[in-house]
């Protein structure tokens, strides 16, 4: 019904409501990734580097994609086998461990990033003299003193005066 509804709206409306919802979807989509993160922020855990998934290095916990479509966590890969953790909510043991390659494995993205990264994708940033010119004089000034030193390290004294032990 509503898909006939909508073949009647005039072309002008069908564009702005088609807008408006993916305004709505994006503002969505940046509230699911800003939930995520205050939850990430108490309980961040270290990464622990375990192989290699899709070209790029993994970590232990990492969300995967298995090869039947179901998302499961990657215990450990190496040497081209991955072990991987995943609940099987139909099973009577829901939590699953099992051994594959890691060629059939795939990394999980967040469907709330990979939208607004493709909002993002092919935008510059529009160029500015202003901005050049606070770019070179910040680019000049020293660092503050309690942030770490920036840049090639300092020869020391000694060394410059080129006495060796």
């Known amino acids: 019904m509503d898909s006939i509804e909508r073949d009647a709206w005039p072309e002008s409306l069908r564009l702005l409501a088609e807008a408006n919802k993916r305004q709505i979807d994006l503002s969505f989509a940046g509230e699911q990734l800003a939930k995520l993160r205050r939850d990430a922020r ?6 622990i580097y375990t192989g ?3 070209g790029k290095r993994a970590w232990r916990h990492m969300k995967v994609i298995l090869a039947d479509g179901q998302i499961g966590e990657l215990f450990m890969a190496r040497r081209g086998a991955a072990v991987v953790t995943w609940v ?7 939590n699953k461990i099992g051994v594959c390659r890691t060629d059939e ?17 092919g935008a510059k940033e529009r160029q500015s003299e202003k901005k050049a010119r606070a770019a070179r ?9 309690s942030s770490r030193p920036r840049g090639r390290p300092r020869r020391r004294r000694e060394d410059v005066s080129g006495a060796r032990a």
């Open 42 to 47: 108490t309980r961040r855990r270290q990464r």
């Open 52 to 54: 290699v998934i899709d």
């Open 88 to 94: 099987d909510e139909f099973a009577v043991r829901p």
């Open 105 to 121: 494995l795939r990394r999980y993205k967040l469907p709330a990033a990979m939208m607004l990264g493709a909002c993002k994708r």
């Open 137 to 145: 004089t910040n680019g000049c000034r020293p660092v503050r003193p």
